[in-house]
């Protein structure tokens, strides 16, 4: 069964399509690595994981993943023009989690699809310049200041270019209208203290809210206070219901018993024993 949705690319406008767990070739290139565990068990993949290469080009992010030494592969990679790559098709297993856990899972990747944008990641500041870790300089108008989620300070980031983050959307998109995806995670989320990838210069957030939550109420909830435990490891206390509010305090840990006691656009309001809001992803209410 053959689905599409369009995707602006460097060339205009073209229709980006799965068939047979492939994208077509009018949307991207098939360039094949081969590992892989295999299938996909019924009813998976549920989960999208976004990853940044932390590196220079596509090519480069390919070639290692075609390095037989490097135990790492991924099902797609997106490049600055927002043109994609993929590896892998959607049915298979590929290898992009690792270590990594998520509500009651261990390892992710049997469960999710990998997505791999070619970025940078986290800057150094030198003199006007931004340098990567492997040597690469970037200007003012390609570097973001930002506080990573499982951060307190702000550090330098890679901008992540509009291609790419259009090219993401719609590729989540057309892979939620093939596959009954019911989580999209960042690998900082999954393997927090660990990975750091896509970090704050991707909007992460957003686009997870427009495409799993669109349908939901921007009004205020009003509840009674109830009780609630994180369900997570690391998880932001923050002084406002969004990501760009400042933390209150050091991350929770999980198993933090909590009090709830307001609902906001997907944010608890929590009492532990200071107040402060949490994403109402990582509570259980109990």
């Known amino acids: 069964m053959l689905f599409s949705v369009h995707l602006k690319t460097e060339g205009g406008t073209g229709v980006m399509k799965i068939s047979r767990h492939k994208l077509v070739k009018e949307s991207a290139r098939f360039d094949e690595v081969s ?6 068990g019924e009813g998976l993949p549920d989960t999208i994981v976004i990853h940044y290469t932390a590196g220079p080009t596509a090519e480069s992010a390919i070639h290692t993943f075609k390095d037989p030494a490097v ?3 991924a099902h797609v990679v997106i490049d600055f023009d927002g043109s994609i ?37 986290r800057l150094e500041k030198t003199g006007d ?12 108008e390609d570097v973001v200041k930002a506080v990573h989620r499982n951060e307190n300070r702000e550090t330098w980031w890679h901008r992540f270019t509009e291609e790419q983050i259009t090219a993401t959307v719609e590729l989540c998109k057309e892979i939620m209208n093939h596959y009954k995806i019911r989580f999209i995670l960042g690998h900082e989320e999954i393997s927090p203290g660990r990975k750091i990838d896509p970090g704050p210069a991707f909007p992460l957030d957003k686009i ?3 495409l799993l939550y669109a349908d939901r ?3 205020k909830e009003e509840m ?10 690391g998880l932001n206390i923050r002084s406002g219901p969004g990501t760009s509010h400042k933390t209150v305090m050091d991350p929770l840990s999980r198993g933090t018993e909590i009090t709830i006691l307001e609902e906001q656009k997907g944010w608890y309001r929590v ?7 949490v994403s109402k992803r990582f509570i259980e209410k109990l």
């Open 208 to 210: 997870r809210d427009r």
């Open 85 to 121: 790559i993929q590896l892998i098709p959607f049915n298979k297993i590929a290898w992009h989690a690792g270590k990594s856990s998520w509500l009651d899972r261990n390892r992710l990747n049997p469960y999710s699809i990998g997505i791999e944008i070619v970025n940078a990641g």
């Open 224 to 233: 009674k206070a109830v009780n609630g435990r994180v369900n997570t490891a």
């Open 71 to 73: 135990k790492a592969s």
């Open 217 to 219: 109420s921007d009004e």
């Open 129 to 140: 310049r931004w340098r990567a870790w492997f040597g690469r300089t970037y200007g003012e």
């Open 35 to 40: 590992k892989t565990s295999g299938d996909f």
């Open 271 to 277: 009492e532990v024993p200071v107040q402060g809001w």
